[in-house]
């Protein structure tokens, strides 16, 4: 039975998201997918529904509710799909429900989101009155009704999926069209440049009728107009990509549209405080951005991901592209661009002037992170014809609000461009982009020539990516400039770094006595300017120079100093390469122990950097010692790893070539020529400074930083294929599915998304052939929601909560916590005090709002005051950290015990409903403490109700449960032992559904 169409295409892919929809069906009354317009909802919903028919024997049903416009047709739409006859004895609602209350049945309500309230309203009624029922619905935004599963529909995974459903739709209508080793990269980019949206896939499919996939891809710049031609006999807007954002655009109201236009300035996502800080002003008031943000969530047009361990949101890159264009037509983007260049290069000069002390590994994450909008904040000194004078620059560290006016640019916004380039100094030179910033060097150098304070600062900084490189032939060019400018300008900072770096320069050339006077010179001006923590710049490379020149005595006293000076500081990066070069000077002295505790401490240090050129330099020291130490073979691959290292970014050395020969004349006569060369290329494979610290300090070999991520490597060359519009691989590739993140073109780890659909797959999903198990099977699994801002503190929760057998969903900030909740009301919430965007009694504020969920609080503090604090605003338990693990899961357990589970009768223990308690097992109840005395029938009465709490219960179903057949068909005996029930546990436990049943309030 049922009406689902035949399909008239294959469907391809989708294999795990349409088993986790069956067990989602299984579990829950109603399930709604949501996602981007074009994602596939409704062609997954269908395969998913026809997957189900055995379990469903009378029927699954689809309502296309597409050209339903008047919400009050709704009901009547779906009476007409589900055939039920109208009799006209009352309003349709009554009819369907009374035609569907014995029916085991699925409906599937498709294209819900321009009816989302009467949508919710038809579900929430129906599964009310028809306990055998489930709805899957579709819907760019969730229907918001009390236990409603939500799966976020990811895009096809990218190159697989999405290249078989190109090669499959391409080949209908051009038969002799095959995916082939000569265009599969070709075909591959076009997909992820189309975001893996199984529309936009099929739209330029058409096109390649008469193009290849090279020139599609070339013309995807003007997608809209490419991707037109869609099948007649759908709706105008699936003919045309335009036509369906254009479609999810007119629901959202001109805030929303005014958000949407103004967040595709970001580049490769955003964090709550750049869309703050970027989007706020005429129209949108700075407090406002929080909620509209939400709402743009909750409609899928935002997407909340995480990217390097941090919360974030993105657009997928056709939705950008359409807010982009929009945002063009209102005239501002000239000044949005602006007010954005501004916020990140705030955020750059804060980093460069804090850098000398704690939270490096914390910036260089962040800077990580916001690659993608640093190069559009780089790009906008070029990008605009000269029309207007920018404003002043900026305070360091501080952003100055730029106003939205409308118009061009003029030499200041390539001044701004190149002031960024040199506050990004410690993302290229000490996280592995000294490729990307000699490029941008090069560019802006030249396109900002004018002689002022902001090019004396990039041409030093320039000068020391092109050290790292071993150009020293263009560094000693810039540097001379550089001086020159700076004696013009009479600014005695840029002479000592200058100075510094002629030092440098001089040392990797070999000229060491001039490199030690030099680097003297410039320690003495950073005393003297009460800077000596920027002295540990030259403190590292004085020692190794001094040793080179033979005064082993005083390379080690300044390698101590440096020692002392990173640690009193708290400075880690250039600690640790104190530390190897103490290290170094140590061992070479015949110090070995203390030579290779140092150079381990400071490899341990680097573990949280993606330092390419510091690693390669520790790493060499410690493959001499473990050489020197008898160890060949492992001596052998780290020397492989260190040519990996500097093969591409071609790094510089501060180490003697004379311990580097010996070092592998050892290895090689221990191992011989081909020993040595499969060591080598051994070692080679552990290509990034993670990889390599792995292989050194005999930890697995293939984790990365943070779980087994490596991060992103530049090795000078332009982004290959598959990259999006901004360089950027299209991430969407990966939500949602397992296995490890991908990584883009340039390295970058793909963003994650913490869409509930991928935190249920850390769970097994039912196999495809198999029937969804009943609501009653099985133990029952409680969902926790975790919010904390802290990652440690999160990941340490998580895996103590899992561990005891709950299902976590994770959040690290306030507002993804909140949209997690709103996608599926969880068992038990767990939420930080304090936490970024939406603190956490804020948060159990709405959460206590929309249900009746417990809610446990983490208070950053042991105090009495912050726990009331806590408990005042909500919270049914609060914990102060540090939190204790057992501690935390007893006190989540006494949580779930005093709710009543949605999906399993509570028959193994007492539950509780208000002040009415009933244990199954000894069939006690218990109202205000005091023990109540039931009848069998009152008993039976009551165990139904509790089975069910907030759903109804028609007469027939509980004379069928009760009494049994001798009983059917007179439900008056109903109606008096309800009576009779209610005067014992309290009238108002019970609810009178009229025309229906009853139900027992939860």
């Known amino acids: 039975m049922g009406n689902l169409p035949t399909p008239l295409t294959s469907f391809v892919g989708r294999h795990r998201e349409v088993a986790e929809i069956r067990r989602l069906v299984g579990v829950g009354r109603l399930v709604t997918l949501t996602g981007a317009g074009g994602v596939g909802k409704t062609r997954l919903a269908l395969a998913a ?30 009476a ?55 709805v899957l619905a579709t819907s760019r935004q969730t229907l918001g009704v009390t236990g409603e ?16 459903l190109l090669q499959e739709r391409a080949a209908a209508i051009r038969p002799d069209f095959r ?57 105008p807007r699936q003919r045309t990509l335009r036509g369906l954002i254009e479609w999810s655009y007119e629901l959202c109201t001109p805030a929303e549209q005014l958000l949407w236009n103004r967040l595709s300035a970001f580049r490769g996502g955003f964090s709550l405080d750049a869309a703050e800080y970027v989007c706020a002003g005429d129209g949108i008031a700075a407090h406002e951005v929080l909620d509209l943000l939400d709402r743009l969530v909750s409609q899928s047009v935002v997407l909340p991901c995480e990217r390097e361990g941090l919360p974030r949101y993105r657009l997928l890159e056709t939705i950008r592209a359409y807010g982009r264009a929009r945002l063009a037509e209102t005239g501002e983007e000239p000044g949005l661009l602006r007010r954005h260049r501004d ?39 070029t990008r605009f014809h000269p029309a207007m004078a920018a404003p002043a620059p900026a305070e360091p560290q501080k952003a100055q609000p730029h106003p939205l006016e409308r118009g061009g640019a003029d030499s200041a916004d390539a001044q701004e461009a190149l002031r ?117 710049r030259w403190l590292f490379q004085m020692a190794v120079t001094q ?106 050395f501060y180490t003697p070539s004379g311990h580097r020969a010996r070092c592998e004349e050892a290895v090689i006569s221990a191992l011989g020529p081909a020993g040595y060369e499969k060591a080598l290329a051994e070692g080679a494979r552990h290509d990034s400074p993670a990889r390599a610290i792995a292989l050194a300090l005999d930890t697995d070999s293939g984790a990365g930083p943070e779980g087994g991520r490596d991060t992103a490597h530049d090795t000078g060359t332009e982004s290959g294929s598959g990259t999006d519009a901004d360089g950027e691989r299209g991430a969407e590739s990966d939500i949602g599915t397992e296995g490890d993140p991908g990584t883009d073109a340039d390295g970058d780890i793909d963003v994650k998304e913490t869409a509930p659909s991928t935190v249920r797959r850390r769970h097994t999903p039912a196999a495809a052939d198999t029937e969804p198990p009943s609501p009653a099977e099985g133990p029952r699994i409680c969902d926790v929601l975790l919010v904390d801002g802290d990652p440690t503190a999160r990941e340490n929760a998580r895996r103590i909560l899992e561990a005891s057998g709950h299902r976590v969903r994770s959040a690290a900030d306030g507002l993804m916590g909140l949209t997690l909740f709103r996608q599926q009301t969880p068992d038990v919430a767990v939420l930080a005090e304090r936490l970024p965007g939406l603190d956490g009694m804020s948060l159990a504020g709405r959460i206590r709002a929309e249900s009746a969920v417990p809610i446990m609080l983490i208070a950053d503090r042991d105090d009495p005051a912050d726990l009331v604090t806590c408990l005042e605003a909500g919270a049914d338990d609060c914990l102060a950290r540090p939190v204790d693990g057992s501690l935390l899961v007893a006190r989540v357990r006494a949580l779930l015990r005093r709710s009543v589970p949605r999906d399993q009768p509570p028959d193994t223990c007492a539950v509780r409903f208000g002040d009415l308690v009933y244990c199954p097992e000894s069939l006690e109840v218990y109202k205000d403490g005091e023990p109540i005395h039931l009848t069998t029938t009152e008993l039976k009465l009551l165990r139904e109700f509790a089975a069910s709490p907030g759903t109804v219960l028609t007469r027939d179903i509980l004379l069928e449960r009760v009494w049994g057949c001798a009983w059917s068909g007179d439900t008056h005996v109903v109606d008096v032992q309800v009576m009779r029930l209610r005067s014992k546990i309290g009238r108002d436990r019970i609810e009178t559904v009229r025309g229906f049943g009853y139900k027992l309030r939860a």
């Open 343 to 381: 916020f990140f290069l705030a955020l750059a000069e804060r980093t460069a002037s804090e850098w000398f002390g704690p939270g490096q590994e914390r910036a260089l994450t962040r800077m990580r992170a916001e690659r993608g909008n640093f190069r559009a904040a780089l790009e906008l000194g």
């Open 179 to 235: 995916v082939t080793d000569a265009n599969r990269a070709e075909a591959a980019r076009l997909c992820a440049d189309l975001d893996g949206l199984p529309l936009a896939i099929e739209l330029a499919a058409t096109r390649l009728r008469s193009l290849t996939v090279d020139q599609v891809v070339e013309r995807l710049e003007d997608r809209f107009a490419l991707l037109t031609g869609g099948c007649r006999t759908v709706l």
């Open 420 to 536: 960024l380039a040199a506050a990004l100094r410690f993302h290229w030179c000490c996280d592995g982009f000294l490729g990307e910033g000699r490029r941008q060097f090069d560019r802006l150098l030249a396109a900002a020539p004018e002689p002022t304070p902001v090019r004396v600062g990039a041409l030093w900084v320039a000068a020391w990516v092109a050290i790292l490189q071993g150009d020293f032939a263009t560094a000693g060019r810039w540097l001379d400039e550089a001086e020159e400018l700076g004696e013009r300008l009479d600014d005695p900072s840029v002479r000592t770094c200058i100075q510094g770096y002629r030092g440098a320069s001089a040392a990797l050339q070999g000229r060491t006595a001039e490199a030690v006077r030099l680097f003297e010179g410039a320690l003495a001006a950073h005393e003297a300017a009460g800077e000596a923590p920027q002295g540990l």
């Open 149 to 164: 599963h939500v799966f976020v529909v990811p895009a096809l995974s990218i190159p697989d999926e999405a290249v078989e």
């Open 80 to 134: 007409g799909a589900l055939r039920v006859p109208d009799r006209g004895g009352g309003p349709a609602l009554e009819q369907l429900a009374d035609h569907l209350a014995r029916h085991r049945a699925l409906i599937v309500l498709d294209n819900c989101e321009h009816l989302i309230d009467a949508s919710a309203g038809l579900a929430k009624a129906l599964l009310s009155a028809c306990p055998e029922l489930r």
């Open 547 to 652: 040793f080179h020149l033979g005064d082993a005595r005083a390379a080690e006293e300044t390698g101590k100093r440096a020692v002392r000076l990173a640690e009193a500081s708290g400075e880690r990066l250039y600690g640790s390469y104190a530390k190897w070069a103490l290290g170094y000077v140590l061992w070479a002295r015949g110090d070995e122990e203390e030579g290779t505790a140092l150079t381990r401490s400071a490899l341990e240090i680097l573990r949280g950097f993606n330092d390419y050129a510091g690693t390669s330099m520790a790493l060499e020291v410690f493959a001499w010692i473990t050489a020197s130490r008898g160890d060949h073979e492992r001596a052998a691959q780290l020397l492989g790893a260190v040519h990996a290292l500097t093969r591409d970014v071609g790094a510089a």
């Open 49 to 78: 529904a026809a997957a189900s028919r055995k379990a469903f024997p009378d029927g699954v049903w689809i309502v296309d509710l597409t050209a339903v416009c008047d919400p009050s047709a709704v009901a009547v739409a779906t």
